[in-house]
C-alpha cells in the first residue's frame, strides 16, 4: 500500500524507506525538523464517484491548508483584461502517488500576476523539474482545484525529467460526455500525453484544437470528410438514430498556455491546423480545465502531417444567373478598421477600454495591413463564395464597415451595397466590442 502521509517529519527512519527512489535522496539526507505534514495530492483533490459530474467535483479539503510534494511538470502563462497571469502544476512521484485510480496526483498553484512565491530562501521561481514541497490553502477557481497563498517550503531537487519520472498516461476519453468528465476529473492537472497519429477533428479555436483517436470508430470512416466529431443531432453523428444521445465526448482538446509558459511569450501558439489532418508526434502537458472543458496544455510543439484539404469537401459551385441566387453567411473574425472612433473605447490602441482591457490584438496595426486583409477577404467573397447575391457578414466593427459603403475597389467591382440601418438577430446584434451583423447584397448588371 502506497502511503498516503508521507511523513510527520522530524526525518526519522521511517523516510528511509523511500532512499531507494532518487528524487527522495536528498530529502532522506537532511536531519531537520519540519512543521509540516505532506499528504499526497490525490487526498486533497478527491475521489471522484460513479455517478459523480466531473464538472461540479470539489476537493473535500477545501479551506484548509495543506503541504503536498512533487514535481513542476509545466509552467502556464495566459492574459486576462490585459494582464499577464502565472501559474504552474505539480505533480506526485514515486511513493506519494495514492493507490487509488479515481484520484488527480496533480495541483495546480496559481500565481496571479507574479511570476514567484515564497521559498525556503527568498523568492522562488518554478522550473520545470524541480521537485519541491508546496504549502497552500485549498481552494477552487471555477472549479478548478488549487493552492492558494502557496509558498515553497523545501526544494529537494531540480532537473527531474516529468515524461521520464511520471507514469505514461494516453488520452483515451469516453463517448459519453458525462462519463468523459468524471474520466478527465480523475486526471485534473496530471500530465498526460496525446495518442499517436491523432485526427484534427476541430480548429483552432480560441487557440486550441480538437482531436480523435485514431483507434476510434469515426477515425475509421470509409468516406474521407466523414471522419470529424459531428454534433448529435447530425445525420452523421457517432449515433445517428437519436437526435441527443452520448453528448460527443470522444474529443481530446490541446493548448498552448504551457508553450506561453515554457519560452515566456503570450504570443505562443501551436501551429496552424486543419480538420483532417494527423499529428506526426505525440505532445504531451498537465491537464488544465476552464470554462468547461478539460484541455491539455502542451510542453511542446505539435508536428502535423498533410491531411484531407476540407475546402475539397463539397465546395461552393457557381450559380446558374438565370435561374438561381445564392445566399451565405460569412465570419470576418473581428473586421475593425484603423480608425479610431470616438464613442467607442476599445476599437484603437492606445484606447482605455471598456469591458474589453487594453492590449487588443484584434484591430489591425496599420492600414496597410487593414488593406490586405480586405484583399483577401474580397478575394474568398467574389472567388471562392463565387460573388453570392446576398451575404450576411459576422463581426464586423460597427463604426466605419457599416457606414462606409464600396470602401475596397473589388467590392465595388462586385456590386455590393449595404442595407439601410441595422440588421439585427435575435434580440441583440452589437456585443461589447461594437461588433455587428451585417446583411449586404449584390446587383447583378
Given at each position: 500500500m502506497k502511503h498516503r502521509a508521507i511523513t510527520s517529519l522530524i526525518l526519522t527512519v521511517l523516510l528511509f524507506a523511500f532512499c531507494g527512489l532518487s528524487p527522495y535522496n536528498a530529502l532522506c539526507e537532511e536531519n531537520e525538523e519540519a512543521t509540516y505534514e505532506i499528504i499526497s495530492i490525490g487526498d486533497v483533490q478527491g475521489?471522484?464517484?460513479?455517478?459523480?459530474?466531473?464538472?461540479?467535483?470539489?476537493?473535500?479539503?477545501?479551506?484548509?491548508?495543506?503541504?503536498?510534494?512533487?514535481?513542476?511538470?509545466?509552467?502556464?502563462?495566459?492574459?486576462?483584461?490585459?494582464?499577464?497571469?502565472?501559474?504552474?502544476y505539480i505533480q506526485n512521484i514515486g511513493e506519494d502517488i495514492d493507490s487509488k485510480q479515481n484520484t488527480s496526483d496533480a495541483i495546480y498553484v496559481p500565481l496571479g500576476k507574479e511570476s514567484t512565491l515564497p521559498g525556503p530562501d527568498g523568492d522562488y521561481k518554478a522550473?520545470?523539474?524541480?521537485?519541491?514541497?508546496?504549502?497552500?490553502?485549498?481552494?477552487?477557481?471555477?472549479?478548478?482545484?488549487?493552492?492558494?497563498?502557496?509558498?515553497?517550503?523545501?526544494?529537494?531537487?531540480?532537473?527531474?525529467?516529468?515524461?521520464?519520472?511520471?507514469?505514461?498516461?494516453?488520452?483515451?476519453?469516453?463517448d459519453n460526455i458525462m462519463a468523459s468528465y468524471r474520466y478527465w476529473e480523475t486526471l485534473e492537472g496530471m500530465y498526460v500525453r496525446t495518442p499517436q497519429k491523432?485526427?484534427?477533428?476541430?480548429?483552432?479555436?480560441?487557440?486550441?484544437?480538437?482531436?480523435?483517436?485514431?483507434?476510434?470508430?469515426?477515425?475509421?470512416?470509409?468516406?474521407?470528410?466523414?471522419?470529424?466529431?459531428?454534433?448529435?443531432?447530425?445525420?452523421?453523428?457517432?449515433?445517428?438514430?437519436?437526435?441527443?444521445?452520448?453528448?460527443?465526448?470522444?474529443?481530446?482538446?490541446?493548448?498552448?498556455?504551457?508553450?506561453?509558459?515554457?519560452?515566456?511569450?503570450?504570443?505562443?501558439?501551436?501551429?496552424?491546423v486543419h480538420t483532417f489532418c494527423k499529428l506526426a508526434n505525440s505532445v504531451a502537458g498537465p491537464l488544465h480545465y476552464a470554462y468547461g472543458k478539460y484541455v491539455i496544455q502542451a510542453t511542446e510543439q505539435i508536428e502535423v502531417s498533410a491531411g484531407d484539404d476540407p475546402s475539397r469537401n463539397n465546395p461552393?459551385?457557381?450559380?446558374?444567373?438565370?435561374?438561381?441566387?445564392?445566399?451565405?453567411?460569412?465570419?470576418?473574425?473581428?473586421?475593425?478598421?484603423?480608425?479610431?472612433?470616438?464613442?467607442?473605447?476599445?476599437?484603437?490602441?492606445?484606447?482605455?477600454?471598456?469591458?474589453?482591457?487594453?492590449?487588443?490584438?484584434?484591430?489591425?496595426?496599420?492600414?496597410?495591413?487593414?488593406?490586405?486583409?480586405l484583399e483577401k477577404l474580397a478575394r474568398q467573397i467574389i472567388e471562392d463564395l463565387h460573388s453570392p447575391d446576398i451575404i450576411m457578414a459576422q463581426e464586423l466593427e460597427g463604426q466605419g464597415h457599416l457606414h462606409r459603403e464600396g470602401r475596397h475597389s473589388r467590392q465595388r467591382g462586385a456590386g455590393w451595397r449595404r442595407r439601410k440601418g441595422r440588421f439585427r438577430t435575435g434580440a441583440v446584434s452589437e456585443d461589447c466590442r461594437t461588433r455587428r451583423t451585417s446583411l449586404r447584397y449584390r446587383l447583378r448588371p
Open positions: 475521489a471522484i464517484k460513479r455517478n459523480d459530474n466531473g464538472l461540479l467535483h470539489v476537493s473535500p479539503l477545501k479551506g484548509e491548508t495543506v503541504a503536498v510534494r512533487g514535481v513542476v511538470t509545466a509552467k502556464l502563462l495566459a492574459e486576462s483584461y490585459g494582464s499577464t497571469i502565472h501559474g504552474f522550473e520545470v523539474g524541480d521537485f519541491i514541497v508546496v504549502k497552500g490553502k485549498v481552494g477552487e477557481r471555477n472549479l478548478l482545484t488549487q493552492l492558494y497563498e502557496a509558498s515553497v517550503e523545501k526544494i529537494v531537487s531540480r532537473g527531474l525529467e516529468p515524461s521520464k519520472v511520471l507514469p505514461p498516461i494516453e488520452a483515451k476519453p469516453l491523432a485526427l484534427v477533428t476541430s480548429g483552432p479555436k480560441y487557440s486550441e484544437i480538437g482531436l480523435l483517436h485514431p483507434a476510434h470508430p469515426i477515425a475509421k470512416r470509409t468516406k474521407v470528410f466523414a471522419r470529424r466529431v459531428f454534433s448529435d443531432v447530425h445525420p452523421l453523428d457517432n449515433i445517428p438514430s437519436k437526435e441527443f444521445d452520448d453528448g460527443n465526448g470522444m474529443r481530446i482538446l490541446v493548448g498552448p498556455l504551457a508553450l506561453k509558459g515554457a519560452s515566456s511569450d503570450l504570443k505562443a501558439e501551436l501551429v496552424p461552393p459551385q457557381a450559380p446558374d444567373l438565370n435561374a438561381e441566387f445564392t445566399v451565405v453567411t460569412f465570419n470576418v473574425e473581428n473586421l475593425y478598421d484603423y480608425r479610431d472612433d470616438p464613442v467607442d473605447d476599445c476599437d484603437f490602441h492606445g484606447n482605455k477600454g471598456s469591458v474589453v482591457k487594453p492590449p487588443f490584438n484584434y484591430v489591425p496595426n496599420s492600414e496597410k495591413e487593414y488593406a490586405v486583409r
